[in-house]
């Protein structure tokens, strides 16, 4: 799939996973470590934050924004992933006060390739929002065409909202 970042074309992994399929299983890496697999995260819906570089503006934005709708809202799990390191992801956290998000890390690439949404001229992430239900189906896909671009909240938070009911 291509997208535009800063006015060039990049390329995804292959065809990323759509609505209605279901999400393969991947490990990524949390603030300690240790690896944390989509499995364990499906005891409730799960939404799913992608952030190609946590470190710039619009990535912190996004992951500001669905922490803040999200907190509070015990009934879903939510993670926000990138390539970043985990020492990067517990810095920006650090430095903007967040405590109680989960941040994740691709650095192995796991969740971007499997997702197909891994730019490997990059090293990044395509900016994306995903909602899994507890079957591990992808209820809600959003990848975002125009990278410097932010997400829809509100289709998605509506989408969650649906799910939740």
């Given amino acids: 799939m291509d997208l535009d970042f800063k006015g060039d074309t990049i390329t995804t992994y292959g065809d990323p996973l759509t609505v ?3 999400f393969p299983d991947f490990a990524v890496l949390n603030k300690d470590n240790n690896e ?3 499995s364990s995260m499906l005891d409730k819906p799960l939404l799913i934050s992608v952030v190609p570089d946590i470190n710039t503006r619009v990535c912190s934005i996004q992951t500001k924004h669905f922490n803040q709708e ?3 809202h015990s009934e879903i799990n939510f993670v926000t992933i990138s390539t970043n ?3 990067e992801q517990a810095q920006w956290c650090a430095a903007e006060g967040v405590k109680n998000m989960q941040m994740l890390s691709d650095i192995d690439h796991d969740f ?3 997702s197909k949404i891994w730019i490997r001229d ?3 992430l395509a900016r994306s929002v ?4 507890t079957n591990g189906e992808i209820i809600y896909s959003e990848i975002v065409p125009v990278q410097s671009d932010e997400p829809s909240y509100d289709r998605v938070l509506g989408q969650l909202n649906e799910l939740i009911k």
């Fill in 20 to 22: 209605g399929e279901q």
């Fill in 36 to 38: 944390v697999k989509l």
């Fill in 70 to 72: 999200v907190d509070g």
């Fill in 85 to 87: 390191t985990p020492e």
């Fill in 112 to 114: 971007g390739k499997k």
């Fill in 122 to 124: 990059r090293n990044i």
């Fill in 130 to 133: 995903w909602v899994v239900d």
